[in-house]
């Protein structure tokens, strides 16, 4: 019976996981190269629908009709500069693109990967949905605290720049928040914090206008008495003539 040295035991041992490596490797190998070709596919086709759709909507007059219906200076004021054709090309092509990368990962053949592919598709819709609100959000907020500024300017408010940026902020946190509940993460913890900022938010502004009112509250108190005091005084006078 021949006995193995344990320098032969270790030297088939290093083979052999460096054999099984080469064996995994190999058939590896494939699915890896399918997934490159699919994502550098996905990658060229994206570019070209990104140009192909920008094209196609400055033909047909998106841009144009975009600035005579003010949407375009609505994204302006949101801190967005491109032109709308650029913009939904630009989505488009990240939507395929993502597609692509996902088929990608798919090709790889991964129990595990396949699985999260599967439940990246059904969980898509609500992602772009929460994309979109967002970016809705984000827009409303630029433009909202900008006419809330211009707005506290024109009115002569000290507070003008507080006041603007606590509506931009404010609609923000409410955008957020709505992606948040939308995707399902910590629904009730979003729903509680969003109480109660906005309680506290109400409460601040209340306070506020209450201790800066204050004046024209007890002014217009004031003229409100002596004008009723003054009617009193007419009418006794009127009886006393009589």
């Not at 490797?25 to 997934?35: G, Q």
């Not at 500069?81 to 990608?104: H, T, V």
């Amino acid at each position: 019976m021949e006995v193995k040295t344990m320098g032969t035991l270790w030297k088939e041992a290093v083979i052999y996981a460096f054999q099984d490596f080469l064996r995994r490797m190999t058939a590896f190998l494939p699915s890896l190269l399918a997934m490159l070709c699919i994502v550098s596919v996905g990658a060229v086709l994206s570019w070209l629908t990104k140009v192909i759709v920008a094209f196609m909507l400055r033909k047909i007059g998106l841009d144009p009709w975009c600035d005579r219906h003010g949407l375009s200076s609505i994204l302006r004021q949101g801190g967005i500069e491109r032109p709308p054709s650029q913009l939904l090309g630009a989505l488009l092509s990240w939507i395929l693109f993502l597609c692509f990368l996902m088929i990608g990962i798919n090709a790889l053949q991964i129990p595990a990967t396949s699985r999260l592919i599967s439940d990246f598709f059904q969980y898509l819709p609500q992602l772009f949905a929460a994309v979109l609100i967002l970016v809705v959000g984000w827009i409303l907020a630029n433009f909202l605290g900008q006419a809330a500024l211009v707005g506290a300017v024109n009115a002569n408010l000290e507070s003008a720049p507080l006041l603007g940026r606590a509506v931009r902020w404010g609609v923000l946190i409410l955008a957020s928040s709505m992606a948040l509940i939308h995707l399902g993460i910590a629904r009730q913890v979003v729903v509680a914090m969003l109480s109660i900022l906005l309680g506290g938010l109400v409460l601040a502004l209340a306070l506020a206008f209450g201790l800066g009112g204050k004046d024209l509250a007890r002014k217009f108190l004031e003229a409100r008495i002596g004008r009723e005091r003054n009617r009193r005084k007419e009418r006794g006078e009127g009886l006393l003539h009589l």
